[in-house]
C-alpha cells in the first residue's frame, strides 16, 4: 500500500529561482498537509486542503509561497522567488479526513536548500 | 511563543529499561495530543494519542500519560529497544476550537544503546 509520495525528495538551487515541491496522497485520503520543518521553528503547518479546497493557508510565510491541489492525488508548493532562509525541509501529509484526531500520514520529504 | 514545548533535546537509555519523553503545552484549550515517532531521512509516523477525557493511553510498550492540570503529557516506552532510536514529536490540537491544526514541539531525539 503506497504511502504519500514526494518529489524531489532534494532539491538544491540558486536564491531567485522558483521551485515546486509535489506530492501524492494516499488514495482515499481527503486532507492534505503541507509541513516545514527547520531548526528553529521545528515542524510548522504551512497550509491544509480538504476535498482539494485550500481551508487554511494561515502558516504560509509570504506571498512567494503558493499551493495548489488541481485534484485528489497531486498538490504542490511552489516558492517564487526562492530565498536562502526557505531551506528546510517541506514534508507534505494526508489524512481520511479534516479532523484532527485523525493520524496524518507523512511523506519522507523534500530536502530544500537554497544558495 | 511555543505552545507545545518538549525541554529535552536528546535522551539516552539502556536497552531494556524505561524511556520517558516529556511534552508541556501552555494553550489550555488544547484537548487532544498525540506522539509522533521520526526516523532519520523519513516522515513522522503516527505512534499513539490521548484525548483530555483521559489521564492514560496505553498500546503495547508504549503509554501516554497526561495531567491537565500541569499541563503536561508524557511518553514511556517499556522496555526500551534499540530499535525504538529516533526522534519523538508530540503534538496538540484544539478539537474544539475553530481550529484544530497540530501544534508539534520540537522533538526529543532518543537514543536506546544495546
Known amino acids: 500500500d503506497a504511502g504519500v509520495i514526494q518529489s524531489p525528495r532534494h532539491e538544491v538551487t540558486e536564491m531567485g529561482q522558483e521551485v515546486t515541491l509535489r506530492c501524492k496522497p494516499i488514495s482515499g485520503h481527503n486532507s492534505l498537509f503541507w509541513y516545514r520543518q527547520t531548526m528553529m521553528r521545528g515542524l510548522e503547518l504551512l497550509i491544509y486542503?480538504?476535498?482539494?479546497?485550500?481551508?487554511?493557508d494561515s502558516g504560509m510565510p509570504e506571498d512567494r509561497f503558493s499551493a495548489k491541489m488541481p485534484n485528489a492525488s497531486f498538490s504542490t508548493l511552489k516558492i517564487q522567488p526562492s530565498e536562502p532562509r526557505d531551506s528546510a525541509v517541506y514534508f507534505c501529509a494526508s489524512s481520511l479526513t479534516v479532523a484532527w484526531d485523525q493520524p496524518q500520514h507523512f511523506g519522507d520529504g523534500t530536502r530544500l536548500s537554497i544558495l | 511563543d511555543q505552545q507545545v514545548k518538549q525541554n529535552s533535546p536528546s535522551l539516552s537509555v539502556q536497552e531494556g529499561r524505561i524511556s520517558i519523553l516529556n511534552c508541556d503545552y501552555t494553550?489550555?484549550?488544547?484537548?487532544?495530543f498525540l506522539w509522533y515517532k521520526k526516523y532519520p531521512a523519513e516522515g513522522p509516523t503516527f505512534l499513539i494519542s490521548i484525548s483530555s477525557i483521559k489521564d492514560k493511553n496505553e498500546d503495547g510498550r508504549f503509554t501516554v500519560f497526561l495531567n491537565k492540570s500541569a499541563k503536561h503529557l508524557s511518553l514511556h516506552i517499556v522496555p526500551s529497544q534499540p530499535g525504538d532510536s529516533a526522534v519523538y514529536f508530540c503534538?496538540?490540537?484544539?478539537?474544539?476550537?475553530?481550529?484544530?491544526?497540530?501544534?508539534f514541539g520540537q522533538g526529543t531525539t532518543l537514543q536506546v544503546k544495546p
Open positions: 503534538a496538540a490540537s484544539a478539537l474544539s476550537g475553530n481550529t484544530g491544526k497540530l501544534i
Open positions: 486542503f480538504n476535498n482539494n479546497v485550500p481551508i487554511d
Open positions: 494553550n489550555s484549550m488544547f484537548d487532544y
